[in-house]
């Protein structure tokens, strides 16, 4: 509890406005006479109240308290200042650039709040492969070829998640989300315990795809819960607290150079993972939505069947044509790097960290833009600026590849909030886990196809990338055509407007 107390000199015109239940940061509604009570807002409890004096002819001492408690578990910290400055001063609209643009109540605030504490786990489990193999292939006595089986297999997972999702839309989605939470950490924990390569690929495999389902369940939950003008910014959020998760298995990996077997210790770290997704779980709520929808099962017309149809091949079509590009800018980046631009290890470090860092800034603006601006115009631009640079950095070299990386992945950041939101928008509650499940698949493949041709075609090139990159980057800029003459804006609208069935 945060208890505000100032002492405050006012003219009759200002004690006025004091006298006037607040509707900014927090919405009040009139308890008593000069007593206001919590009416609408990120809060779990909430009080103001005036003592007014009489002081001078025309003047008032008044002394105002506010006492209040943010209903934001775990993230609570970062808003306490924020917040107390807000308390302070009335904003004639909402318009604080810390916050969403539309008010949060306290129970979408206290659902995101525990989403993002998911996040951040499945964050962590869907890099530890990644980050980790090469050391592994050390200790069991393996090659690139190996390593490349490995990484081929586990991307199978991805039907292991598709099944999940389809389960998710009759069984819920908060049971789903402890399940394949606690059995990824627990699967990537026993990853830890390999005896040999094969078995931490098997484990792997069932890892990664429940926690790509994990990943796809926390933004239905996000979408579901959320205001019609938040749910993009909630996106960039859940983005942010993924990249955190990802973030952690890298600050953790310099153990894997402690011993041979120090890579280990980032798969045990796992076992963490297990307690968060039970903490957050016994306070996640089910969805209101999916509530609702267990009583009402809508009976489709043809109308409505041949909607979702074309939306999940519009959207089936854009995540494989983004993927070919996406997938193998990131795969090969380090090659490029190290094998065309003579980077040593530690300046392929530094680069990553200089570029990849501020992105989160262009994935936190693109959630406000896509809120304020609409999903297709942001979404779009963003796409065609972010493809552009990240496909041109491939020929450069200098302080200009720096300069064109970085700049690309603050522009693409910029689309990923308007771009990961339609999954779950556009579809019925009783179809949003199956549907997005089979988008993420499709993409999957997109991805595995788009890594092949990349190497195919940079061996017919004398093993140069920007060719390849060059032809790859046409898929996402038919995506950004697609989004602005096909796709619908959904901005400001509820999801039962997108989905009329589900009214």
Not at 133 to 146: I, P, R
Not at 158 to 168: D, E, K, N, P, R
Not at 186 to 200: E, H, I, M, Q, S
Not at 244 to 261: C, K
Request: contains cysteine; neutral net charge.
């Amino acid at each position: 509890m945060t208890t505000l107390t100032e002492e405050l000199h006012c003219s009759d015109a200002e004690l006025a406005v004091l006298r006037e239940p607040r509707n900014d940061v927090v919405g009040e509604a009139r308890s008593g006479e000069d007593d206001f009570a919590l009416e609408h807002g990120p809060f779990r409890t909430y009080r103001r109240t005036l003592r007014v004096e009489s002081a001078a002819e025309g003047t008032w001492k008044v002394q105002q308290t506010t006492r209040y408690a943010l209903a934001v578990p775990v993230w609570g910290w970062l808003f306490w200042f924020p917040i107390r400055q807000a308390m302070r001063r009335r904003q004639p609209s909402f318009s604080y650039w810390w916050a969403p643009p539309d008010r949060l109540d306290s129970h979408a605030a206290t659902v995101l709040g525990l989403l993002c504490g998911v996040q951040i786990v499945d964050g962590y489990l869907g890099t530890v492969l990644t980050q980790t193999l090469t050391f592994a292939a050390k200790e069991f006595d393996h090659g690139n070829t190996a390593q490349g089986i490995v990484f081929g297999v586990v991307r199978v997972g991805v039907l292991l998640a598709l099944a999940a999702l389809a389960l998710s839309d009759r069984k819920g989605r908060r049971t789903l989300l402890i399940a394949t939470g606690m059995s990824s950490s627990a699967l990537t924990f026993l990853g830890g315990l390999a005896p040999n390569l094969w078995w931490l690929g098997g484990s792997q495999l069932f890892a990664r795809g429940l926690s790509t389902a994990l990943g796809i369940l926390i933004a239905v939950m996000a979408t579901e819960e959320m205001p019609a003008r938040t749910r993009a910014w909630a996106a960039s959020v859940l983005a942010l607290s993924a990249g955190l998760g990802s973030g952690m298995a890298v600050w953790v990996l310099p153990i894997a150079d402690t011993s041979i077997r120090g890579w280990r210790a980032v798969y045990l770290l796992g076992a963490v993972g297990i307690a968060v997704i039970y903490w957050a779980g016994r306070r996640l709520p089910e969805t209101r939505r999916f509530e609702e929808g267990l009583s009402h099962r809508p009976d489709l017309d043809e109308e409505a069947k041949q909607r979702r149809r074309d939306r999940l091949v519009l959207l089936a079509i854009s995540a494989f044509l983004v993927a070919m590009f996406v997938a193998p800018a990131s795969s090969f980046q380090n090659d490029f790097l190290k094998d065309e631009r003579g980077f040593s290890a530690t300046d392929v470090s530094l680069f990553t960290v200089v570029t990849s860092t501020p992105i989160g800034l262009g994935v936190l603006l693109g959630g406000y833009l896509a809120e304020t601006r609409g999903r297709k115009r942001v979404g779009a631009l963003g796409l065609v600026l972010g493809t552009a640079c990240r496909a041109s950095s491939f020929f450069l070299s200098g302080p200009m590849l720096w300069v064109i990386t970085l700049a690309g992945g603050i522009l693409g950041g910029i689309a990923v909030p308007a771009l990961a939101v339609y999954g779950p928008e556009l579809f019925g509650t009783h179809d949003r886990g199956r549907a997005n499940g089979l988008i993420v698949t499709i993409g999957v493949a997109g991805s595995a196809v788009g890594l092949l041709a990349a190497g195919l075609l940079s061996d017919q090139w004398g093993s140069e990338l920007g060719p390849p990159m060059a032809l790859l980057a046409i898929g996402p800029l038919i995506v950004a055509g697609l989004i602005l003459t096909k796709f619908p804006e959904t901005a400001g609208k509820e999801l039962e407007e997108l989905n009329p069935e589900d009214g």
